[in-house]
């Protein structure tokens, strides 16, 4: 093609273009993974904060997304340090405010 013809765009070319983009915006594999184990964890931890006679029961809620959150580290990790600093954080308030 001479340099002086500017190259004629088909129509395909911007619908695969919005293709590429479009699937950018939905994610991949791991995404929709990750969306389906956060929805099913979440559903069951407030289930459970519903039947369980608590007085915060909006923590458990909020403690598994925080848990199950996307990140390099493990989740079993991640919940035996928050488990531990629960355990932790109960022991020194009952000293420190208990009887």
Same mark, same amino acid.
């Given at each position: 093609? /001479?340099?002086?013809?500017? %190259? %004629?765009? =088909?129509? !395909?070319?911007?619908?695969?273009?919005? !293709?590429?983009?479009?699937?950018?915006?939905?994610?991949? &594999?791991?995404?929709? =993974?990750? =969306?389906? &184990?956060?929805?099913?964890?979440?559903?069951? #931890?407030?289930? #459970?904060?519903?039947?369980? /006679?608590?007085? !915060?029961?909006?923590?458990? @809620?909020?403690?598994? #997304?925080? @848990?199950?959150?996307?990140?390099?580290?493990?989740?079993?990790?991640?919940?035996?340090? !928050?488990?531990?600093?629960?355990?932790?954080?109960?022991?020194?308030?009952? %000293?420190?405010?208990?009887?």
């Amino acid at each position: 093609m /001479p340099a002086h013809q500017a %190259r %004629r765009k =088909t129509w !395909r070319e911007p619908v695969e273009l919005n !293709r590429a983009r479009l699937d950018e915006l939905r994610g991949g &594999r791991l995404a929709w =993974t990750f =969306t389906i &184990r956060l929805m099913v964890c979440v559903g069951v #931890a407030a289930v #459970a904060s519903e039947v369980l /006679p608590l007085q !915060r029961s909006y923590w458990v @809620v909020l403690t598994v #997304a925080i @848990v199950v959150k996307p990140d390099n580290g493990s989740v079993f990790a991640r919940a035996l340090r !928050r488990g531990i600093g629960m355990i932790v954080g109960v022991v020194l308030g009952t %000293r420190v405010f208990g009887p």
